[in-house]
């Protein structure tokens, strides 16, 4: 079983951000894949148009796998949340949303998956995302998906939505798709493989991180365990260095 893990989309009606997702909907029909994750952030901010809503939907009808989207902060579930006035599930049924404040399990018998996925409710420092883990589904490969600021071993933080070492390494689950950090990154820890995939259009790299954009793609084999690959995915149309330079400037200014 093959899966795509993405993360922080930042859709806010840019075209450069549109056609980033548009290339990671494509990879996953080029790589033939079982399952596309998007870890957080599908969204830039909760008052996009609904142009922007139509487009993103638009993609997702084009999946032609299981898709599972979770919160992030910028799309985050509070009162304001645009979930409120958006149905991504109106894309068809393989589309499924986590928008429930403690997160929960969903089971692909087929695959004989288990995804444990939550979303951010507050993005404040006492928001823990795996706080609310809780084993299960002992039978099935166990994926977990959540969006937050990881923290090493030995440090602590003041930034909201931690999580940290000690907490990924006492998962239960065989990989954990991570969003919120704007570059590929390994964070594994005990038995888990843990993964930031960075972000799919380049105008989003935040200025710790440029570097050209790309999706992982997961194996989950009985024999090979968890095998993890950073693909560069193809963009329609190679992003203007000068908009790409800029919109880093936005993005830092909005930091
Ligand atoms: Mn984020």
Redesign the pocket.
Known sequence: MRFIHTA?VHLDGEPARLAGFAAVVDAAITHDVDLLIVA??LFDHARVMQVTVDEAIEELRRVPCDVIVVP???DCMDERSLYHRVDLTVAGPQVHFFGEPEGRWHTIDALKLAIWGRGITEHLPTFHPLETYRHAHDEYWRLAVT?GFYVPPEETTTRSSPITSGEIGALTCDYLAL??WHGFLDVSAGDVHAYYSGSPSIGNVDIHVLEDPSVNLVTLDPERGVVVERVPIALAEAPDPQLAAAQRLTAISRD
Do not use: M, P
Request: hydrophobic share 0%.
């Open positions: 922080d957080g952030d992030g902060n910028h969006h969003g919120h």
